[in-house]
């Protein structure tokens, strides 16, 4: 796998997957309030790794906003995986995370940086290895 690619092997697509996630799965929300992060691991010896998905809710903003809000998730995702999937690697265990902004919202923040949302993705991610 690419170092710092997000293949289809490592994002949740299917209803199951989001079900358990939503429905037995922790949530977690960054120190600003910022992102809220919903998560569920489970012990996999031939599997292991984690896979990830971002929700934006309507009320958010318009499509172009939301449609930006993933955008920068997944990359500040992709670029710093790599702790997060040596430790999901180092216990055998398959991680399932949604992230998905809280405290953001098109009204209250018209342009989003890679900036502002990164130091929220990695802070969450370390939270997530400490819990597993």
Known sequence: MKQFGLSKKERIKSKTEFSLVYTKGSILFSSGK????NYYSIFSADNPGF??????????GNAVW?????RLLRTAVRLNKKNLSNVCVSQ???LFL???PYGINQKKNKTVS???LQADVIELMNKICTNL
């Open 66 to 70: 939301r449609n930006r809000i993933k």
């Open 98 to 100: 949604v992230i998905s």
């Open 51 to 60: 896979k990830v998905a971002f929700g934006v809710h309507k009320k958010s």
């Open 114 to 116: 890679l900036f502002d």
């Open 92 to 94: 055998n265990k398959i």
């Open 34 to 37: 910022k992102l809220k992060a």
